[in-house]
């Protein structure tokens, strides 16, 4: 019997059919990416890319030249653009602006690498502090009310034909539905309830460690009761906080190496598929009255990783439910169990 | 530069790449790879499928054998199953329930090969027929709240198997998406006291670019806020939040204009991947004012990442002003 569950924070409905799990299924084979030696990404290639933004390098060297070991660069084809205004008005019945914003792509590695959990932790840390730094930095456009951090890996994923690990960031000019959602269900909750959905999440959790992957000190990873896709994994702080941008320095390699595990996991254990990640953290928040009132208290940021391994069909996009062909206790049990 | 576009039904918003649009041959080419043999919805393979709760045949023909023009099966691996009661529940901080519902697979004709837009006018609207029957007759059963119809053609669509057919499932609550939808236009009805989605018809008849096929009783059109490239809207032009409630007349016009539909996107784009959704109002819903079921066909052109996935935002590279010129232009 299949089993419906309700994600407590948004309110949406999953399925977890096992019996579907059995459905015959074919990806589209990706489309071969460039060779090495042509990657754009790669240490040395530093004019293949718009001028950099941001960079990590040792020493006093100039900018996009080699010697970096992270950099930040605008995209080649921007979804929005960073010039101009906003521009508002009516069409009809419709709403129309300028598609301004930003969007970036972090290179994690000089090296060609494809998978951020083959890099080494250090790495890793500085990704995560470049994710801090670039959201401080536009936090100062008033532009801008929301930032987006994530990750395509893989073709099924929406990721590029280069084989070069990267995370992008977009900046939007509206605070993003999906977001305002997740912020509503929040606050419902501790309206009612007076505590933090994602801290009582992370009680339950743990007191019943059958969805939890790792716990270490300041973080712990589990496969959400209503997971919407198999093997989606969370990675939440246990320390309360809204917004990524307060993570502090020596939370960072905690959060790297959980990160990479979690990372590694998917890897070895589902044979190295496709996934997104996405930082899901509080907008920025700037007084207004009557708004973020209680943000800091009802929101609790976090990490969503979701594997592609299944495909969005027609009752998905119809209903907003999700099929998962396995449930999460059962993923988790095979996560721990994946020796990395 | 990129346009920002606000849906005005659910408020999500839309990028718009109205500077360098993709042209139909820019997307990758859905790879269709025939299998054939054996397949379970052919005539004489009948016995592969579980017993058929439903079908169009000749009169005096025994069920489950072949005969049939329509026919409909339970699903051999359904997402909700038909038997035992709700039992909802909580656990901890979490909600759950069984996974009662029903889930059918529609056999839109015996012919293996033919997609929806080759069957001939009377074939199309059989499979239309079929939809309002199956829907009329499952909303009887009170455990369900909404009964969705939709089509999953081409595997990037998450069909599975290739002969054309179709899904009803029924469920045991009406789901987020519907509500949004129901919400969203109760909205604009409670503060402009008229339907957003005869505001839209009115608006694409004024501006005609986006305008694909018109008949008596339906519009088809890209929409302003389209998600996907090339997506489309098929719209009753008189308002009606019920699918199953259309005349014998409207389902024969629904037909036609479904046929012709995509028949134009097949040829534009080279027999693309798409799913088709048909929106309805739940059968007890009260307010009947704010409410206009349609169908939207959705073609998989691009891949849905990291993005959209975190924000609701969609980016759809073809305008559908560009993309209706295609379509109405097409031979």
Not at chain 1, 115 to 144: G, M
Not at chain 2, 57 to 77: E, F, I, L, M, S
Not at chain 2, 191 to 208: L, P
Not at chain 2, 289 to 316: C, D, N, Q
């Amino acid at each position: 019997m299949p089993e419906l569950r309700k994600d407590p924070i948004i309110g949406r409905w999953v399925i977890i059919a096992t019996e579907r799990a059995k459905r015959p299924d074919d990806f589209k084979s990706p489309p071969e990416g460039p060779p090495e030696g042509e990657c754009p990404f790669c240490e040395g290639k530093e004019s293949h890319t718009p001028p950099e933004i941001r960079a990590v390098r040792e020493g006093h060297r100039r900018p996009n030249t080699p010697g970096w070991k992270l950099r930040v660069v605008p995209s080649i084809k921007p979804i929005l653009r960073i010039e101009g205004k906003l521009d508002r008005h009516g069409q009809g019945v419709y709403d129309v602006m300028n598609g301004i914003g930003a969007h970036e792509v972090i290179i994690e590695t000089p090296k060609h690498i494809d998978n951020i959990s083959d890099l080494d932790t250090q790495q890793i840390v500085h990704t995560i502090n470049c994710y801090k730094e670039r959201l401080i930095d536009l936090e100062k456009d008033p532009r801008f009310k929301y930032v987006l951090v994530f990750k395509n890996y893989g073709w099924a994923a929406g990721g590029g034909r280069v084989k070069h690990s990267r995370s992008q960031l977009i900046a939007t000019p509206v605070n993003p539905k999906r977001v305002k959602e997740e912020l509503a269900g929040a606050h419902r909750y501790f309206e009612y309830h007076e505590r933090c959905v994602f801290c009582d999440l992370i009680k339950q959790e743990m007191a019943s460690k059958e969805r939890v992957l790792i716990d270490i000190d300041g973080f712990i990873a589990i496969t959400p009761f209503a997971s919407r896709f198999p093997f989606e994994v969370w990675i939440l702080p246990k320390k309360h906080s809204c917004d990524f941008i307060k993570l502090e320095s020596s939370d960072m390699k905690d959060l790297a190496e959980i990160l990479r595990e979690v990372l590694l996991k998917i890897k070895k254990g589902l044979g190295n598929p496709p996934y997104n990640y996405i930082l899901h953290t509080a907008p920025f928040r700037r007084f207004k009255p009557g708004y973020w009132r209680t943000v800091d208290q009802d929101y609790h940021w976090h990490i969503e990783i979701m594997p592609k391994l299944t495909r969005v069909a027609g009752f998905e996009w119809g209903t907003g439910f999700y099929i998962c062909p396995i449930s999460p206790e059962k993923a988790a049990e095979f996560l721990r169990g994946v020796q990395i | 530069m990129a346009k920002l576009r606000r849906d005005p039904i659910n408020g999500r918003w839309i990028i718009v790449n109205v500077e360098e649009p993709s042209k139909p041959d820019d997307f990758e080419k859905e790879q269709h790879i025939y299998k054939g043999d054996n397949c379970p919805f052919c005539y004489g393979h009948e016995n592969l499928t579980p017993p058929e709760v439903d079908a169009f045949r000749k009169p005096g023909a025994q069920p489950n054998t072949p005969g049939w023009q329509v026919r409909v099966v339970p699903n051999k691996y359904p997402a909700l199953e038909n038997s035992g009661n709700l039992d909802r529940r909580a656990v901890g901080i979490f909600d759950m329930s069984n996974g009662i519902g029903d889930h059918e697979v529609i056999i839109d004709s015996p012919n293996h090969k033919a997609t929806l837009d080759e069957l001939n006018d009377h074939e199309v609207e059989a499979v239309v027929r079929m939809y309002c029957r199956r829907a009329t007759t499952l909303i009887e059963d009170k455990r369900f709240k909404y009964i969705l119809i939709f089509k999953n053609h081409g595997p990037s669509a998450g069909a599975s198997l290739e002969h054309e057919h179709s899904q009803l499932i029924a469920l045991p609550m009406v789901p987020k998406n519907v509500l949004d939808e129901l919400h969203g236009s109760h909205h604009y009805y409670n503060f402009r006291g008229r339907c957003v989605f005869c505001d839209i018809i009115f608006q694409e008849n004024q501006e005609k670019e986006r305008i694909i096929l018109e008949n008596e009783d339906f519009i088809s059109f890209c929409p302003y806020i389209s998600r996907f490239p090339f997506e489309i809207w098929v719209m009753p032009k008189k308002h009606s939040p019920y699918f199953c409630h259309m005349e014998d007349r409207e389902k024969a016009n629904l037909s036609k204009i479904l046929k012709q539909t995509l028949s134009r996107l097949k040829k534009i784009l080279y027999d693309p991947a798409y799913n088709f959704i048909i929106h309805t109002s739940p059968i007890d819903e009260t307010n009947k004012e704010s409410y206009h079921w349609h169908i939207e066909i959705m073609p998989k052109l691009t891949r849905v990442a990291g993005f959209e996935w975190g924000t609701g935002f969609y980016i759809v590279p073809t305008p559908p002003e560009v993309a209706a010129k295609y379509l109405r232009e097409v031979k």
